[in-house]
């Protein structure tokens, strides 16, 4: 779909393998400058939207497509299907901000050309097999619609992977976020904890020394009181009697 039978060959080079896409582009871009705002709403939304507009030329191709698909399925010009034609007009958005950021286009354009070059493997790799069998060295993805249609499903497969595995990182980057909040948060309010009881500790130091004076000073005092030494009478003697 996105691909033609030249690139099938092999060994075309970067930028002629780029050229060759940017020719089919410009084909797909005529095709569907001619859709109706509501085929191009479905067209954004159909079923698995959410991972074929991954990939920023499926969904507008090119910048200045991008500019009409914006007007053509904005919501405003849309009254009939406003919720359906505001998620359209994101994922152009969307699209259109990723096409105008180079290196986000160069992204896009490796994983393309990523898909085609695994497609390009397994044909290699099905010949090897056929040749050692001593089998026809023809496989299905020698006729262009096949092989266009296999770079298409494994470019899909790449976009889909690469934005699991960017959720994945995301939410590990959230987690460990939320981590180390809550360590800061346990941090915090141990450091308020131990500046209250400091505070206490100190507000309450007088009165705490002027108990242990007072203590110190009954203490003594019972103690003077026990080794005082008390006079007794002297004891008097009887007389014998004659």
Do not use: C
């Not at 505001?86 to 393309?112: C, G, N, R, S, T």
Request: proline share 3%.
């Amino acid at each position: 779909r996105r691909f033609s039978g030249k690139m099938a060959a092999g060994g075309s080079g970067g930028d002629e393998a780029f050229q060759t896409f940017y020719t089919e582009v410009k084909q797909i871009e005529k095709r569907d400058s001619v859709l109706t705002s509501k085929q191009q709403i479905d067209r954004l939304l159909r079923p698995g939207a959410s991972y074929f507009n991954l990939n920023p030329f499926e969904v507008s191709l090119s910048l200045s497509l991008s500019l009409r698909l914006s007007i053509l399925v904005h919501p405003d010009k849309n009254q009939d299907d406003v919720d359906r034609a505001q998620l359209a007009f994101e994922a152009v958005d969307k699209a259109y901000k990723m096409l105008l950021e180079p290196d986000h286009k160069k992204k896009a354009l490796d994983v393309i050309h990523a898909g085609k070059e695994y497609v390009e493997h397994t044909m290699s790799q099905k010949r090897k097999q056929l040749k050692k069998d001593g089998k026809p060295t023809v496989v299905e993805e020698d006729d262009p619609e096949v092989f266009r249609q296999a770079v298409y499903k494994q470019t899909m497969k790449l976009f889909a992977e690469l934005e699991i595995k960017r959720k994945e990182r995301e939410t590990k980057e959230m987690h460990e976020r939320k981590r180390q909040r809550e360590e800061e948060i346990e941090t915090q309010e141990r450091a308020k904890r131990e500046r209250e009881w400091q505070k206490n500790f100190e507000e309450t130091r007088d009165g705490r020394v002027d108990s242990w004076r007072s203590f110190q000073s009954k203490g003594k005092t019972k103690k003077k009181e026990k080794n005082r030494t008390f006079l007794k009478p002297p004891k008097v003697k009887m007389e014998q009697r004659e």
